[in-house]
């Protein structure tokens, strides 16, 4: 495998994967890791902005530019490489069929996997995603994509992003672990990101995977399309990602660090 902190201009060689990571700055005490598997027509250094976030909260991000590996066995054994070099907390997280990828990981491989917690992000649904007309249209993939003018004009100009991806169905044996039994007996702590516009796949999706995951926690952005990683509202939800890790960091109970009282309970009126 390659790192590198500069943003890919081409697809990555077939038969070696490359990372994008964004360490803790200089003279920080690295806080934790991340370690992101994009999803469909995407690749690593679509989460600069991401990874440039949670980094200046002192959490090293990696993003893989080539995380859609037909063996989840060499998956699973980059995944601990990187976790063996890694500062704990160490959490895998992954948006569309990415978290497909972190959640298949996760029910396979369980307590071998060296991580701690999971992020799903965009979790696509087992069948087709989409059934439009308009699927091979990029103003459409746009705007089921993301309401951030930056992040449309990053996804414009990107050579190596392949377009449309959204309109091709996710792979059947890849699907297949939303069906199975494993699920409800995975203990890893899971963040459950999820956009309330999302036309690709219903919050409702997410809301039923919440239910069936042990230690689950979702937050939906009301109004956020596909990408929620990206979205415009992409500082409020880097935010909750920090504050949940900051949790997980105190332990796999995720003991709430803050307590916020609205003004109905404190009798203000």
Known sequence: MTHTHEQPTRPPETDSV?????????????????????????????????????????????????????????????????????TAPVVLAGSDTGALHVLALAARFDADLSVDGLILAALPQSEATIASDDSDDWEWELEARTTCPAHRARLTEDKSFVRGSLSEPVPATLAAVLSGSALELLKTPALILHGGSDPVAPVGHARDLAARLPRAELAVVDSAPHDVLNDATHRTVAAQVVQWLERLRNGPELTPLITVTADEQLGIR
Do not use: K, M, Q
């Not at 909260?57 to 990187?82: C, F, G, K, M």
């Open 18 to 86: 490359t990372i994008r990571s964004w360490p803790a700055p200089d003279g920080l005490r690295t806080r934790g890791t991340i370690i992101v598997l994009p999803g469909r027509g995407e690749h690593g250094g679509v989460y600069e902005r991401f990874g440039r976030r949670l980094s200046a909260d002192a959490y090293a991000v990696h993003a893989l530019d080539a995380p859609a590996n037909d063996d989840p066995d060499a998956l699973a054994a980059l995944v601990r490489e990187i976790s063996a070099e890694a």
